[in-house]
């Protein structure tokens, strides 16, 4: 279980920065901000992996809690970014 545990967290982690790019381009194309960016952060990681699921039939349930995780952690990548770069 911890091993399966640590699989998930490692995946979702390496995720994040896929999920971090596509919530980058759709900030500068749109004028979201604030608890949007978040919002929109989790809805691209949960289909993002909701798909992936559906076309190489992954379990459903583990890839849509992957996609919340990399969701999550693609913002707390963002902010961490922007605190380095000072913004």
Not at 29 to 49: P, S
Not at 53 to 65: G, Q, R, T
Request: charged share 15%; hydrophobic share 60%; glycine share 12%.
């Amino acid at each position: 279980m911890k091993e399966q545990l640590m699989e998930l967290i490692a995946t979702s982690v390496a995720l994040s920065f896929v999920v971090s790019g596509i919530v980058e381009a759709i900030k500068k194309n749109t004028q979201i901000a604030g608890i949007g960016i978040i919002i929109t952060a989790i809805l691209v990681g949960v289909g993002l992996l909701g798909a992936m699921a559906l076309v190489f039939n992954f379990p459903l349930a583990e890839s849509l809690l992957l996609g919340l995780l990399a969701g999550l952690a693609s913002v707390g990548a963002f902010e961490g970014v922007k605190q380095v770069k000072g913004e």
